[in-house]
């Protein structure tokens, strides 16, 4: 029996030393972006390498999947130790629901990432005065077209949204079933895109930010009369024919295959298009901005850009290190790995000169160096409930369900509950 | 049981050890149902007289008022409405053509009746998801057969699409849950039919009731119990479905499909409004939870 207690006692002792030695997890969540895993594989080799002991488990997700997964994991018992977010309302609300950690004390050590990415960059993750993520990308949007067809044509990029309303036109004088620009709206957010370039080129940043904060009085929120005139915009468009009849119900996979077969001549997609474009057998297209609005009050040299990057959950037990895996993420070298292997714009720009990119990555860069000012999404940065309203309303103008009015009033209505609840 | 007896000092009956051996059989599954059932909705109950976040460890109690939002809340209303839609239009199209399909197979044809009823029943093997993922190609206004065949056809497809259109998106879901369920109700319908004894019918030719008589004054009263589970199951899955609408239309255009299911859904995990979301599912399990019961007792009178 004694003999028993000692072999006991013994397995207990060398299993604690064994726990001891053990493999120090870090957990990543992430999206499933075209590249990405045979990027984080190779980084993760390479910090494994440097720090033995330490194992990066990588999961991926779908986008939808994503957003809800993630929220139920980091109040669960066992979050990922590092996972991806969006920069806006729904970083903010982890920050103020404690479930991010502030990492800012592990950022500023030696070789931590306030190295390596701006404070301009690392202020999309900043949350009175401390840093709660870094920035490792940001995804912009651009109008592809087909330059043959333009050129066959006698077609040019427009420079302004009424140029923009006549070039639909004009391909639609062509042949009229050519869809211009189609547009895959099914899950909502692909208009919510282009409403937010017009909200911006129209009413212009500073006249948006307290109705998107909430912090505008009540009888102002959301009451500027370019807020409608930017809905009407919308309809402009579909008056000229810019879209194929059923937005609402084509998905986005569809509208892009539409342009990548040669069915339409021009699309507004994600700089994350450029490579499907190319694996769906059409690399020769050529880009330009969303045009100015005439007369609007934006800035027309603001630019679509959404940071995005990695955050740490307060309930990991190893946040410097998980910290660590980030630093290294937006080190030198892996920026400039992670922008060859998947194209994307990296918040360290530090190499980007050396990066040996597709002709389109050097666009990208190269014409957000020049935005004047950056646009970032509106389902990111509204609170949740007007991000839906505003996605609802979409929908509804683009079935003429809604007027821009009513449309609207169904945004300002959310907003006031929003902002009183 | 041995030592209650011996602390007792009374000798355990025979009924009371199948007693005790009974409980014990019943013991797993309660302890399941009480984790996975009972806990969850006293919970979801408990939770529905709060106001939380998804990601928020604060509740603030709010009394009746997320009931009382409810009420005023027109989506929620659409959403009832829609499972309402979908439960009065699946118990027409599912066990209605159902009964005909199982009435044509069981003395219709005297020809594949097994290749019909395993034509017939297999969309009922394929997943939900599955089967909303082929109808969305099917239904697409861009690429999609459906349009095509209406174009061949001479006629407009409605130009918002399918489903992308308000005033049609939900009959269209109607017909794709109708595609699928369609054929259990006809196997549930046949196997009643033919446990209807063929003596009855033989015994009314002679009295000179055959065909559509026969039918209405055997067939159908012979049938009630089975045709009131029928109409029982889908009238709890019309309450129930939730995979098929989230992945044909996510609910829309602009709430136009939505349901109880998927507006759940839409309150707790896009827009965070815990409590609001508990206070629908105790909605829904209440209609549930009274439909089960009519379901039990129309069994127990079967």
Redesign the interface.
């Known amino acids: 029996m004694i003999a028993n207690y000692r072999t006991a006692a013994l397995a207990v002792a060398l299993g604690a030393v064994a726990s001891g030695a053990a493999a120090q997890d870090i957990k990543m969540w992430t999206l499933e972006t075209e590249g990405l895993q045979g990027f984080i594989e190779q980084a993760a080799a390479e910090f494994e390498e440097q720090h033995p002991g330490v194992n990066i488990i990588h999961e991926r997700f779908p986008n939808e999947a994503y ?2 997964q993630i ?2 994991a ?2 669960g018992s066992s979050p990922p130790d590092v996972f991806f977010n969006w920069a806006g309302e729904d970083a903010a ?2 920050v ?4 991010a950690a502030d990492i800012t004390e592990y950022g500023q050590a030696e070789g931590g990432f306030a190295e390596n990415v701006s404070e301009g960059w690392l202020a999309n993750f900043a949350y009175e005065g401390s840093n709660y993520g870094v920035t490792h990308e940001g995804v912009s949007k651009y109008f592809y077209y087909d330059p043959v067809f333009f050129e066959d044509h006698g077609l040019e990029p427009p420079e302004t949204f009424e140029g923009l309303l006549q070039l639909c036109q004009d391909i639609r004088a062509i042949d009229s079933d050519i869809v211009p620009w ?1 547009l895959g709206n ?3 957010w692909k208009l919510n895109h282009i409403i937010t370039m017009l909200n911006q080129r129209v009413l212009g940043t500073e006249a948006t930010a307290a109705d998107y904060a909430l912090t505008a009085p009540e009888d102002e929120l959301f009451t500027d009369p370019g807020y409608v005139e930017a809905w009407q915009k919308v309809v402009d468009l579909m008056d000229a024919g810019c879209f ?8 986005p996979e ?1 509208s892009r295959s ?1 342009f990548a077969a040669g069915v339409s001549p021009m699309i507004y997609c994600g700089t994350w298009c450029a490579n499907i474009f190319a694996e769906e057998g059409f690399d020769s297209f050529e880009m330009f901005r969303f045009p100015s609005v005439e007369g609007g009050a934006g800035d027309p040299g603001g630019q679509f850009l959404v940071p995005q990057g990695y955050m740490v959950s307060a309930k990991s037990e190893n946040p410097e290190l998980a910290a660590e895996w980030i630093s290294f993420l937006v080190s030198d070298e892996q920026a400039r790995a992670y922008a060859e292997q998947v194209g994307s714009i990296v918040s360290n720009a530090a190499q980007i000169d050396q990066v040996e990119g597709t002709r389109w990555f050097k666009f990208f860069v190269e014409d957000i160096a020049q935005a004047s000012e950056t646009v970032n999404v509106l389902d990111v940065l509204l609170e ?2 007007v991000a ?1 309203a505003y996605l ?1 309303a979409g ?2 103008v683009l ?1 003429r ?1 809604k007027t821009p009015e009513e449309a609207m009033e169904m945004i300002r209505a959310a907003a006031l509950e929003a902002k009183n609840g | 049981m041995t030592d209650m007896s011996r602390q007792t000092g009374a000798t355990p009956t025979w009924y009371g050890r199948i007693a005790a051996s009974q409980s014990m059989l019943v013991l797993p599954a309660l302890v399941l149902c009480t984790l996975f059932i009972f806990i969850p909705a006293f919970l979801t109950i408990v939770g529905s007289f709060y106001a939380f976040g998804l990601t928020s460890e604060r509740w603030t109690p709010v009394g009746l008022a997320n009931y009382v939002k409810a009420g005023n809340d027109p989506i929620f209303w659409v959403a009832l409405k829609n499972n309402l839609i979908i439960v009065f239009g699946s118990i027409v199209m599912q066990v209605g053509i159902g009964t005909v399909l199982a009435a044509i197979l069981d003395r219709g044809i005297g020809f594949g009746q097994v290749f019909f009823r395993v034509v017939i029943f297999m969309p009922m093997v394929i997943s939900a998801v599955a089967v909303a993922l082929i109808w969305l190609i099917i239904l697409d206004p861009n690429i999609g057969i459906l349009n095509a065949l209406v174009k061949s056809l001479g006629l407009s497809p409605p130009t918002r699409g399918w489903l992308g259109d308000p005033s049609i998106s939900i009959w269209m879901v109607l017909i794709v849950a109708g595609w699928q369920y369609t054929g259990f109700m006809m196997v549930l319908i046949l196997a009643g039919l033919q446990a209807i004894p063929k003596d009855l019918y033989e015994a009314a030719a002679l009295d000179g009731a055959r065909g559509m008589r026969a039918f209405w004054s055997i067939t159908l009263p012979n049938l009630r119990n089975v045709l009131l589970v029928a109409v029982l199951i889908t009238t709890i899955g019309g309450f129930k479905v939730f995979d098929l609408i989230f992945v044909l239309t996510g609910g829309g255009p602009a709430n136009a499909t939505q349901v109880l299911g998927t507006y759940i859904y839409l309150q707790a995990f896009t827009l965070t409004n815990m409590g609001y979301a508990n206070a629908i599912a105790v909605v829904l399990l209440a209609i549930a939870v009274l439909l089960g019961w009519l379901q039990l007792k129309a069994s127990r009178q079967s």
Not at chain 1, 96 to 99: F, I, K, P, S, V
């Open positions: 957003k809800t929220q139920v980091l109040t609300r982890l103020r629901d404690g479930l189609p099914s899950e909502r194929q009849d059923a937005p609402n119900a084509t998905s569809a539409m949740a409930s839906n609802d929908v509804e079935n369900t």
